[in-house]
């Protein structure tokens, strides 16, 4: 108990994880699109030797509260160690709007008793559409088939190359820093005209050249999450817990949401991180350093993002979302063609 006489959740989970025999499950991706398949682990741990060998595991999926499924089958019970019992394959249900899907599993001794149980969370958000954003030109300062043209594909964009010629898009997407050198003064207009230019990840050292001062990519210890609690409009509706541990579908497993920041001046930060304190240090004030920020320029702006985002758009449904709210902004929700 704490000194207001409230329960530590912490102790709980501490005293929960030294149970000696347990049921767990476990996943590295805790959003979905509708309609995607789940793939849960289900584990059977135990540190001492099983009195049997052999007991029953239950699970079952709650939406909204109620069971939507259920299942059961017979489960090894190991000594010393832990058994995989293999995959739980479910499919998400069609939804208009996030929802929390709860998992539950348990495990029975051979007589019916109930040894332990453990549950976990997943969200389920709706299938992205393409098709909201037909007819939006993006205009891509980079090669063709590039990261900024694969990205504008993935988001279902109209992607065409930056023409420096006064380009009548509304939306640019920045591929490399060599690509924005060849177009530097047309892309400074286009955004002054009222353009906004989104600026893509880049490695460390890397210097973009802008108008109203460079901004200097600087690299630091990856971080598994990043705050939106920055007061920035684009990332207003989003949740305290939105942008961590993002599941990264090439590698399999959670992997950094970022591992550079933005050094620069007039920058809005849309989202930022801020310096580890450590022990010891005579001047323990946290630094807090940009991921994505924003410099408006004319009646436009410039977006620069940090944010491992743009390889993850089909597998991570707010990385999806973080863009329609780009893109939305950009063109104004009013100005989208008509499909």
Request: charged share 25%; glycine share 8%; proline share 7%.
């Amino acid at each position: 108990m704490d000194v207001d006489r409230h329960p530590k959740p912490a102790y709980f989970a501490f005293r929960e994880a030294l149970t000696p025999l347990m049921v767990d499950l476990r996943t590295d991706r805790l959003h979905y699109f509708a309609g995607e398949k789940l793939a849960v682990e289900f584990w059977v741990c135990n540190d001492r030797r099983a009195a049997y060998s052999n007991g029953t595991l239950l699970w079952e999926v709650l939406r909204g509260g109620n069971r939507v499924f259920a299942q059961s089958a017979p489960a090894s019970i190991p000594s010393f160690g832990a058994a995989f019992q293999g995959y739980f394959h479910f499919q998400t249900p069609a939804v208009t709007q996030r929802e929390r899907l709860t998992l539950r599993v348990g495990l029975k001794d051979p007589s019916g008793e109930l040894l332990h149980d453990s549950k976990m969370e997943v969200e389920v958000f709706p299938a992205f559409d393409k098709t909201k954003n037909a007819g939006v030109e993006v205009a891509i300062v980079g090669p063709p088939n590039g990261r900024a043209w694969k990205l504008a594909a993935a988001l279902g964009l109209k992607p065409h190359v930056f023409s420096p010629i006064r380009d009548t898009a509304l939306l640019a997407f920045v591929d490399d820093v060599d690509a924005f050198e060849m177009v530097r003064g047309s892309l400074s207009s286009f955004a002054e005209r009222g353009g906004t230019a989104i600026f893509l990840e880049q490695p460390a050292d890397t210097v973009w050249h802008l108008d109203g001062g460079d901004v200097a990519i600087k690299g630091m210890t990856g971080r598994e999450f990043v705050s939106r609690k920055t007061g920035h409009p684009l990332v207003a509706s989003f949740q305290p817990l939105d942008f961590s541990y993002w599941y990264d579908a090439e590698k399999d497993y959670i992997e950094y949401v970022a591992t550079c920041y933005l050094n620069g001046d007039n920058l809005a930060p849309i989202l930022h991180t801020s310096d580890v304190v450590k022990p010891g240090d005579p001047d323990p004030k946290r630094t807090v350093r940009p991921i994505a920020a924003e410099r408006r320029t004319g009646k436009g702006s410039v977006i620069l993002s940090q944010l491992k985002a743009p390889e993850r758009v089909a597998h991570e449904p707010i990385a999806a979302a973080y863009y329609q709210a780009l893109i939305d902004r950009a063109i104004g929700v009013t100005q989208r063609p008509s499909r």
